[in-house]
């Protein structure tokens, strides 16, 4: 059967009114034009346009930066000082002295990704390093004249943006749920061996298939306590990234005849602000329109007016760990034994004696443990924890490029794992990885803990640009990205791990149906709601149904849905309860203890991130899994257990959520507008237009499109949703303006 692409659905939202009492606080201009307070750049002037979106004008692209960095400030001045002061973890010192903060802080004192920043700081290009100077002028001077706001409330004068600062963003938005789920599925490794579980199992989850494991080393391996339960950072109002989609098509299957480019990042949606900051920059004859991020300069994704650019993560395995033979502080290196390095970090706290935290440290990372008990512990490692010169060195360089060969040798450069589309309006297209990938000897491809006294386990370096997956005007016709395995595109296979391929294939499905694509029909692809996933597992369940549940109306319902995630979908939601009840069934029952299973589904990503890993396990009909059941009997008792206590409600009535505020996170009454009401999300975890939602540590969290982004080269325009909108401030009328856009799947027009 082939599927179209299913109607946009349109879903009612009822925004929060101002509550005008309390706006007063908070007044904004109501003219569309910013006024700049204090002194700034001559010819500089700044307009909003209906959606409150700025259109800078300046005179030369430093001056244009000064105004892009005023504009963090007056409109996200509270995430900017709030996402500071979680990476040089200072909670507790300055927010809210709690035990769980504490846990936060120690975490980022423990990543310390302020260290070297004014070393990588001197490797920048002059021209780069007064581009950075001209944000940070500009945030200050925004700030300075930012009257009022949740921040100002809470911790009184700021301090001045550097940067430092900007290094520190990039680190943390680089890091944080993307490579750090990479970490969190080779320690799961661990403590799965730990917990007994077979080789046969393992392989059949993991990338070990040629890797030397030895079971009785990793099993004398002394895990410390998690250092942060993910959950906890999740409450933090750290951003959430993950999985996202990003295609480019070429002129010969567009029905304009130019190359079209269409980008939709998948965060977690449901906070607010959203993590990207939308601009338009225009500055003597150039111009820039899309999303940054607050705090760093330029724009991340959009496009320029010959060239236009958009970003998913790879899942490249840039994070690694060494086992450590320790003793009285010393780890050994063959038959030498060296001192660590030890760090001390001071954390300040408002209501409780201050914290003392020792670090040790050697040449593989920090240590899990206290090495002056003997024993094995893992040292760990990212490879950009040190970063960032080149990086904003490739960024600056992006500002003077117009095709996509250009693109790809500058973002190609940028030191953190993205996947890139480019196009541009000579109708070339092209895909560019990114990211420090180590080149490891040994045959290890980093996912099993190396020997850290063995020399021949140290990186050796990192692969060049040149032999990371890339492609230029592919045969045909289209590229897409949706975190999946790229690895066929290069000479070198950094990916281990990736995310399961079901939107990628979707996309690639749809794209090949249709040789005239067009804003409508990549609208359409953004909101597709079709499930490859529930296709693969309903071929197994359906003859299960027909033969023992043919008369059962449940039965029925499934046996009958078209494998859309649509709101009014009674089947989607029977399918999930399904699809998790036959999860817990054979991997809880069968060596996974349910306080790990407990521990995965609450407190870690993998079940959302790697959830193909898992699912290849239960589609294999002699899968080691089954044991002493078969597939068909797991699967028919799967069923059974759902029918027991199943409430027969749609989708979209099970689907739902709330856009709440970063900082206070629904602790207020819904009158003062800070949050939304509840609204349903279409959509799964397998369908183009991801829907993910789910509960860790009893707070709710989402996968989903945090922005929506079309361009087709033969305009000069942009098409643009966001899911929420310009302002942090509460009571700002572009606070959550985009929503209703949002959820209909409509798109505004971004000029120049």
């Known amino acids: 059967m082939v599927h179209s692409v299913v109607a946009i659905q349109k879903t009612e939202y009822s925004g929060q009114k101002n509550n005008h009492k309390l706006s007063l606080m908070f007044k904004l201009p109501k003219s569309s034009s910013v006024k700049i307070r204090g002194q700034f750049p001559d010819g500089l002037s700044i307009q909003r346009d209906a959606n409150g979106v700025p259109h800078i004008n300046a005179n030369n692209l430093n001056d244009a930066t000064w105004g892009l960095g005023y504009c963090h400030a007056i409109d996200r001045g509270m995430q900017l000082q709030f996402m500071r002061i979680l990476g040089q973890g200072r909670l507790c010192e300055l927010l809210d002295d709690t035990n769980e903060n504490l846990e936060i802080d120690i975490f980022f004192r423990r990543m310390n990704w302020q260290q070297g920043a004014e070393k990588e700081l001197s490797k920048l290009n002059s021209e780069t390093h007064e581009w950075l100077l001209a944000l940070c002028d500009g945030i200050n001077a925004g700030l300075k004249h930012r009257t009022s706001g949740l921040m100002r409330l809470l911790i009184g004068k700021h301090e001045p943006w550097t940067p430092s600062d900007i290094m520190l963003t990039f680190r943390m938005t680089s890091y944080l749920t993307l490579a750090q789920t990479q970490a969190e599925s080779e320690r799961l490794f661990i403590e799965l061996i730990q917990n007994g579980v077979s080789d046969e199992k393992l392989k059949s989850l993991f990338p070990i298939h040629d890797q030397h494991i030895d079971r009785a080393l990793i099993e004398k391996l002394k895990l410390g306590d998690r250092h942060l339960p993910l959950e906890l950072l999740w409450q933090s109002a750290a951003p959430r990234m993950m999985a996202s989609n990003n295609w480019v098509v070429s002129p010969k299957r567009t029905?304009?005849?130019?190359?079209?480019?269409?980008?939709?990042?998948?965060?977690?949606?449901?906070?607010?602000?959203?993590?990207?900051?939308?601009a338009a920059i225009n500055y003597q004859g150039q111009s820039t329109i899309g999303y940054g991020m607050p705090g760093l300069p330029g724009l991340l994704v959009g496009r320029n007016k010959t060239l236009s650019w958009g970003a998913t993560y790879t899942f490249a395995d840039t994070v690694d760990s060494w086992i450590e033979d320790c003793k009285e502080g010393q780890y050994r290196v063959e038959d030498e034994w060296f001192k660590f390095s030890q760090r001390e970090e001071l954390i300040t706290r408002k209501k409780h004696a201050d914290h003392r935290e020792t670090f040790y440290e050697n040449h593989h990372?920090?240590?899990?443990?206290?090495?002056?008990?003997?024993g094995y512990y893992l040292a760990t490692h990212w490879a950009p924890a040190e970063s960032g010169a080149t990086t904003l060195n490739a960024a600056f360089a992006l500002n003077s490029v117009s095709t996509v060969a250009e693109a790809q040798i500058h973002l190609g450069a940028i030191e953190s794992a993205w996947n890139w589309v480019i196009a541009d309006s000579h109708g070339d297209i092209g895909y560019q990885m990114s990211g420090l990938c180590p080149i490891r000897e040994n045959n290890w491809n980093g996912f099993v803990p190396g020997l850290g006294w063995d020399k021949s386990y140290d990186w050796k370096g990192f692969h060049p640009i040149e032999d990371l997956p890339r492609s230029f005007n592919p045969e045909c016709g289209y590229f897409v990205t949706a975190n999946q395995d790229l690895n066929e595109f290069g000479k070198t296979s950094p990916i281990?791990?990736?995310?399961?391929?079901?939107?990628a294939r979707r996309i690639n499905d749809l794209l090949s149906q249709n040789a005239e694509q067009d804003l409508l029909s990549t609208q359409a692809i953004q909101m597709d709601l079709f499930s490859l996933q529930a296709k693969e597992f309903m071929d197994v369940l359906k003859p299960v149904l027909e033969e023992n549940f043919s008369d059962q109306p449940l039965a029925q319902s499934l046996l009958n849905w078209d494998l859309c995630y649509d709101k009014d979908s009674i089947?989607?939601?029977?399918?999930?309860?399904?699809?998790?009840?036959?999860?817990?069934?054979?991997?809880?029952?069968?060596?996974?203890?349910?306080?790990?299973?407990?521990?995965?589904?609450?407190?870690?990503c993998l079940f959302i991130d790697f959830y193909q890993n898992f699912d290849r396990c239960l589609l294999e009909p002699s899968s080691v899994w089954y044991q002493d059941n078969n597939q068909a009997e797991c699967f028919k008792q799967a069923f059974l257990n759902v029918c027991t206590h199943f409430e027969e409600r749609t989708w979209g009535q099970t689907n739902t959520f709330q856009f709440t505020n970063i900082l206070l996170q629904g602790k207020l009454p819904l009158f003062f507008g800070l949050d939304s009401k509840t609204v349903s999300m279409i959509g799964g975890r397998a369908t183009p237009h991801q829907g993910q939602l789910y509960e860790a540590a009893g707070r709710k969290t989402s996968f989903a499109a945090s922005v929506r982004i079309a361009a087709d080269m033969s305009e000069q325009i942009l098409h643009t949703r966001t899911a929420g909108g310009v302002s942090d401030n509460p009571f700002s009328p572009w606070y959550m303006s985009e929503i209703q856009g949002w959820l209909d799947g409509t798109f505004k027009t971004l000029e120049p």
């Not at 281990?496 to 939107?503: E, G, I, S, T, V």
């Open 255 to 278: 029905a304009s005849g130019a190359a079209l480019m269409a980008n939709d990042p998948h965060l977690e949606v449901n906070r607010l602000p959203n993590v990207w900051y939308e």
């Open 496 to 503: 281990n791990m990736p995310m399961a391929d079901h939107r």
């Open 365 to 374: 990372g920090v240590l899990d443990g206290l090495p002056t008990e003997t």
């Open 571 to 604: 089947a989607a939601n029977l399918f999930e309860c399904f699809y998790t009840e036959l999860r817990h069934l054979v991997f809880q029952d069968e060596q996974i203890s349910p306080e790990l299973t407990k521990h995965l589904r609450e407190q870690t």
